[in-house]
């Protein structure tokens, strides 16, 4: 079984300020990671993903996260924030294996990201 | 990128009727498709994963005789929540999977009065 952990229920940061919302999991056969976003009211949008190759992978809206397989973390970064990044972030696993991979997410608790002026 | 709708986006019913909520995968095929439910401030839990032609796969703890699942098209999954009390009341969001990837609907909210 797999579980996520952000460790961050929220992160205020200044406009202009590098952030970093922290993912660790936990999982007994290797996963694939995602970061997901979510605005108000509306559903999730893909942020990015690691699923082979480079640890370091970068997504839609400035932002990249490093997977460290020896530390089961999967932190999310953006060196310069928006007033527009201002929602509710979430981490997930999947299990990669072949046929037996039925596609579940599973979801960390959010960490809500609060982009003050 | 991979588009999902669902419909109703909104919807306030009395407690006791039942409410069926449409996921539609726009432009591909999707043979599982997934039902979420979100409480505010929380994360989503998976409430059952739905597959084309099938009977679907519910999680522990969820009811499935109140939480009726049809995937009846590569393209269609509805959620009927039957018999829907005030507890019922939250954020219901689905997902189609396209190989690794799951995309999101825009969710319904349901309030039961």
């Known amino acids: 079984a797999q579980s996520v952990t952000q460790l961050d229920s929220q992160v205020p940061v200044f406009e202009e300020a590098p952030v970093e919302l922290r993912c660790n999991y936990s999982?007994?056969?290797?996963?694939?990671l995602f970061w997901y976003v979510q605005y108000p009211n509306q559903g999730l949008q893909l942020l990015l993903k690691?699923?082979?190759?480079?640890?370091l992978v970068k997504g839609i809206n400035g932002f990249e996260a490093e997977f460290n397989k020896s530390q089961t973390s999967f932190h999310l970064r953006k060196p310069s924030v928006h007033i527009s990044d201002t929602a509710e972030y979430f981490c997930?696993?999947?299990?990669?294996?072949?046929?037996?991979?039925?596609?579940?997410?599973?979801f960390g608790q959010g960490t809500t990201l609060q982009v003050k002026p | 990128g991979a588009v999902v709708s669902q419909h109703p986006s909104r919807v306030i019913c009395k407690s006791g009727t039942s409410v069926k909520i449409e996921c539609r995968s726009l432009?591909?095929?999707?043979?599982?498709m997934f039902w979420y439910r979100q409480f505010p401030k929380q994360s989503l839990m998976l409430m059952a994963t739905?597959?084309?032609?099938?009977?679907?796969?519910?999680e522990q703890g969820v009811e499935k005789d109140k939480f009726l699942i049809n995937h009846a098209s590569l393209t269609l999954s509805t959620l009927t929540v039957t018999s829907a009390h005030p507890e019922d009341s939250s954020f219901y969001i689905c997902?189609?999977?396209?190989?690794?990837?799951?995309?999101f609907g825009p969710g319904t909210r349901l309030t039961v009065t």
């Open positions: 997902s189609a999977r396209e190989g690794y990837l799951q995309y």
């Open positions: 999982s007994s056969v290797s996963v694939y």
């Open positions: 690691y699923l082979s190759g480079s640890t």
């Open positions: 997930a696993v999947s299990d990669r294996r072949g046929s037996g991979n039925t596609g579940k997410l599973i």
């Open positions: 432009d591909f095929q999707a043979t599982t």
């Open positions: 739905s597959n084309e032609g099938s009977k679907a796969t519910y």
